[in-house]
T-cell receptor, first 111, second 114 residues
Framework: TQLLEQSPQFLSIQEGENLTVYCNSSSVFSSLQWYRQEPGEGPVLLVTVVTGGEVKKLKRLTFQFGDARKDSSLHITAAQPGDTGLYLCAPFRTGANNLFFGTGTRLTVIP | NAGVTQTPKFQVLKTGQSMTLQCAQDMNHNSMYWYRQDPGMGLRLIYYSASEGTTDKGEVPNGYNVSRLNKREFSLRLESAAPSQTSVYFC?????????????FGPGTRLTVL
């Protein structure tokens, strides 16, 4: 059984602040996806990280895959109210038929 | 392209009633999925269909049945609804030819069972 932990569970910050959320596991994965889910909507894919140590940037969002491919982080610079949502990580194992989703970090950015 | 569509958006059932949740995708994806999302539990896979004509159980299949009607459509049926099935249900699809099973989600069906 793989264990997947996202932290923090809840995060409330002021507009303009920086933040980092984490996704940690005891298992090694071939890749990992980050999704954002806005209130009342389905999750939307943000990025897939594949290589250990990989860093990907999406405007103000920076995603990193751990060297051992067991963990990942998402850093948001100068958060905006539009960043509000539930951030889900979903590791993937080669050969698996489906993804396994973490419970998410619920981010609220206060104007 | 509409992507993944789900109907209905909201539904209230009484215990013991049955209903079918509909899902369709227009991206020519081979694989389709049904998840439920509950507070503090994340997204849990109910059933999936790797390709037309096949279906497999996920993490929480009890109380549900599915039908892959064709490549576009994948329905989820509750034969005798229970209060424990109150949840938000999401359908998703993915292209079997991608390396990482990146999924595209519908807007969800919010189901309440009284």
């Amino acid at each position: 059984t793989q264990l997947l932990e996202q932290s923090p569970q809840f995060l409330s910050i002021q507009e303009g602040e920086n933040l980092t959320v984490y996704c940690n596991s005891s298992s090694v994965f071939s890749s990992l996806q980050w999704y954002r889910q806005e209130p009342g909507e389905g999750p939307v894919l943000l990025v897939t990280v594949v290589t250990g140590g990989e860093v990907k940037k999406l405007k103000r969002l920076t995603f990193q895959f751990g060297d051992a491919r067991k963990d990942s982080s998402l850093h948001i610079t100068a958060a905006q109210p539009g960043d509000t949502g539930l951030y889900l990580c979903a590791p993937f194992r080669t050969g698996a038929n489906n993804l396994f989703f973490g419970t998410g970090t619920r981010l609220t950015v206060i104007p | 392209n509409a992507g993944v569509t789900q109907t209905p958006k909201f539904q209230v059932l009484k215990t013991g009633q049955s209903m079918t949740l509909q899902c369709a995708q227009d991206m020519n994806h081979n694989s389709m999925y049904w998840y439920r999302q509950d507070p503090g539990m994340g997204l849990r896979l109910i059933y999936y269909s790797a390709s037309e004509g096949t279906t497999d159980k996920g993490e929480v299949p009890n109380g549900y049945n599915v039908s892959r009607l064709n490549k576009r459509e994948f329905s989820l049926r509750l034969e005798s609804a229970a209060p424990s099935q109150t949840s938000v249900y999401f359908c998703a699809s993915s292209d079997v030819w991608t390396l990482y099973n990146e999924q595209f989600f519908g807007p969800g069906t919010r189901l309440t069972v009284l």
